[in-house]
């Protein structure tokens, strides 16, 4: 219409300004591509077997492990002084024994409980990259922080309960091992408060570790 | 993701099959989708994805003449629930801005679009038709 070629030809100031919109669309896709690839690798990453990321929840939960373990260890050497066995008798022995089981069977758990949970960050961070949902990257981050709270807690948790258990095993075998003795002594007839289990405060007749179900 | 937002920018190309029947729904000319994918492939065009859906952008020149440019909304399509357009509103708002656009625009053939819209959205052209007659 407006020209010989039946087309509107456009001024060089609009064919800057086009030229403009172009090279902004270029800069934003070189500004952000890069992250957006970067977070790609670093998901893949972190997913494969071995990586740093899986290395270092592991780690963490051993040393989330080691840590519960040591000290619920110094409390259960605590109460079985003061319940009256030795350091170093039999039943000292065995309660830290079994308790060095547990430690190693949190450990094993706590692992577990890692790579899974790297797992899940790693399926959340893929979900991220094909856009399944706003904030999935702060999911990501959340998720490994879940894991470090998760290995703590679970140590934790399984330190405690180990030390109860193994200090209440001792006490058993502390009583079974009285009750054997006063039978070679004097039998049944003979058989008493004091004499069931004299290492242990607590009172047989209340039952509180005198039933094999509330000890084992 | 990008600008703070959940979109991606995507390969057109590599998830047509999912945007191409979302185009067929939103502009049923033959020729729409390889005009997006052509576009986006020689960079006048952006593709973004998201969970919510598509949003195909180019920036333009403003049509007064000012020299600002116009963030132009080619294809905008949902696979999500209703209400996309409001949830996505403002992730427009801050591609656009860092696009360095100060307005935004798009056309539409589906009628009834100003009831979806919030009130500060506008027309600014219309289209007329008639039969031929004879």
Redesign the interface.
């Known amino acids: 219409m407006g020209s010989k070629s039946g087309q509107v030809s456009e001024t060089p ?2 064919r800057a ?2 030229e ?3 090279a ?3 800069d ?2 070189q500004r ?2 890069p ?2 690839q970067k ?1 790609a690798s670093t998901i893949e990453d972190e997913g494969k077997a071995g990586s740093s990321a899986r290395a270092l929840a592991t780690g963490k939960a051993s040393t989330d492990t080691a840590m519960a373990f040591q000290k619920s260890g110094e409390q259960l050497e605590k109460g079985l002084s003061d319940s009256g066995a030795a350091p170093g008798s039999s039943r000292a022995n065995l309660a830290i024994t079994g308790m060095g089981t547990d430690a190693a069977a949190s450990t094993g758990l706590g692992h577990m409980m890692s790579e899974q949970s790297i797992d899940d960050a790693y399926t959340q961070g893929l979900g ?10 702060a999911s990501v981050g959340s998720a490994l922080s879940q894991q470090a709270r998760q290995s703590a807690s679970q140590a934790a948790t399984d330190a405690q309960v180990s030390a109860m258990a193994r200090q209440g095993d001792a006490q058993i075998a502390g009583q079974v091992a009285g009750f054997g003795i006063q039978q070679g002594m004097g039998g049944f007839g003979s058989m008493g408060k004091s004499g069931v289990n004299s290492s242990t405060p607590m009172d047989y007749s209340s039952g509180m570790y005198g039933t094999p179900q509330a000890g084992v | 993701m990008i600008s703070g937002t959940p979109f991606l920018l995507a390969d057109i190309d590599a998830e047509w099959h999912r945007i191409g029947p979302l185009v067929e729904g939103v502009d049923p000319r033959d020729n729409a989708g390889d005009d997006l994918r052509r576009c986006c492939r020689e960079g006048s065009a952006l593709c973004l994805i998201s969970s919510d859906g598509v949003l195909v952008v180019s920036l333009q020149p403003d049509r007064y003449g000012t020299g600002e440019l116009e963030l132009f909304v080619r294809l905008a399509a949902s696979w999500g629930g209703p209400g996309a357009i409001q949830r996505n509103d403002a992730h427009l708002d801050a591609i656009a801005k860092e696009l360095g656009a100060s307005r935004l625009v798009f056309r539409t053939l589906r009628p009834g679009m100003s009831k979806v819209l919030h009130p500060e959205w506008t027309v600014r052209c219309t289209e007329f038709e008639r039969a031929v007659h004879g």
């Open positions: 100031q609009e300004q086009a403009h919109a172009v902004q669309m270029k934003y896709r952000w591509l992250l957006q977070l991220a990259l094909t856009a399944l949902g706003r904030g999935e990257k």
